[in-house]
């Protein structure tokens, strides 16, 4: 097999096809799928929907089922990521919906962290979406019911980014990702376009949340008050898809005028982690959690040790899988 390509001499059509030409042909068909196959494992099949090879509206590697009176194709004028972004239409009406637009089979397994990443928005708000995976075993027998990483009957009118990791069951070996524009149980009353732009898989990721504050800047400082200054308050879980040895890491410090901010790592309910404390600057924070199973719920609690007007803010929480030494531990000043 080789990059061989034919030459437009050969080609010619008053010569006659001979066996050396279609070598050339299935040599390189044969190169063009062995190199699409090495990026199969992290990247979806055409997942920013730039091929349509035989012009039919549709992303190669993917297929598209209308619903009810709805309509899907490709949109050269509002891609995010190239030129091409996937446009759903539900024309509006009671019991009409748009269509899913559904990839390709694509490699999987349960031995690593994966995350599921796309962009979208639509036209009107009052459309329901939603974003499934489909697993498959080794025979590409699909494995029980899909699993839900975004179902919403209010959609985002600009460009929305998600993110959800995946729960991977363990005699999966492929899946498919699942788009549905415009579920025919809600009605947006009027014609409205959903658009869908680069679809990407990535894995062996951390773990992460956004900022997570306790106190009064919530309007909780009734959980923080000064009669129960000691109370651990729960701010952020994370359900773990794998099992190993973990780091924790997370920024914190004291919001308000006095008093030091507490935190501490649960795991299914128990201490794990050291007591973390801070004052008015933000630092790092370091655990290794060792031997954690999938299935387990890691959380991270605050308090602030008088309560009153002050509070406790974490942010950046991460678990990682490279166990970094607490020594690395800086502040956030020193970057």
């Known amino acids: 097999m080789a990059w061989d390509l034919p030459t437009y001499d050969e080609s010619d059509v008053k010569k006659p096809v001979k066996r050396a030409l279609w070598r050339k042909v299935i040599d390189c068909l044969a190169y063009l799928y062995g190199t699409i196959g090495t990026l199969s494992t992290y ?30 194709t490709l949109d050269a004028t509002a891609g995010r990521i190239g030129k091409n972004a996937f446009k759903i239409t539900h024309p509006g009406g009671s019991g009409n919906g748009g269509g899913i637009l559904k ?41 029980g019911s899909p699993e839900i990483l975004y179902d919403s009957t209010t959609s985002p009118t600009s460009v929305t980014k998600k993110t959800a990791n995946l729960t991977v069951p363990s005699t999966s070996r492929y899946y498919k990702y699942k788009w549905t524009g415009g579920l025919e149980d809600t009605d947006p009353v009027s014609s409205t376009k959903i658009y869908i732009d680069c679809a990407l898989i990535d894995n062996d990721h951390d773990f992460e949340t956004g900022s ?23 701010c952020k879980e994370m359900i773990l898809d794998r ?42 924070k370091v655990d290794t959690l060792l031997g954690l199973k999938r299935g387990d719920k890691v959380q991270l609690f605050l308090r602030h040790d008088s309560g009153g007007g002050d509070y406790a803010l974490a942010k950046g929480w991460v678990l990682k899988s490279d166990q970094p030494s607490p020594a690395l531990a800086v502040s956030q000043e020193d970057f």
């Not at 509206?57 to 089922?65: K, R």
């Not at 796309?118 to 025979?139: C, L, P, Q, R, S």
């Not at 005028?257 to 050291?274: F, H, M, W």
């Open 43 to 72: 990247q979806i099949l055409n997942g920013c929907y730039e091929v349509d090879s035989d012009g039919d509206g549709i992303p190669d590697s993917h297929s598209f089922v209308t619903l009810t009176g709805g309509s899907g």
């Open 103 to 143: 990839g390709d089979y694509m490699p999987i397994g349960p031995d690593r962290n994966w995350r599921f990443m796309w962009m979208f928005w639509a036209t009107n708000a009052g459309v329901h979406n939603k974003m499934e995976i489909e697993y498959y075993d080794k025979d590409k027998v699909i494995i």
């Open 212 to 234: 997570v504050v306790v106190g009064s800047s919530l309007n909780e400082a009734s959980t923080l008050s000064s009669a129960t200054p000691t109370t651990l308050t729960l």
């Open 243 to 284: 099992d190993g040895d973990l780091s924790s890491l997370f920024w914190l410090k004291r919001g308000g005028s006095s008093g030091v901010a507490e935190a501490r790592i649960y795991v299914n309910g128990s201490p794990k982690g050291d007591l973390q404390t801070a004052s008015s600057s933000y630092v790092t």
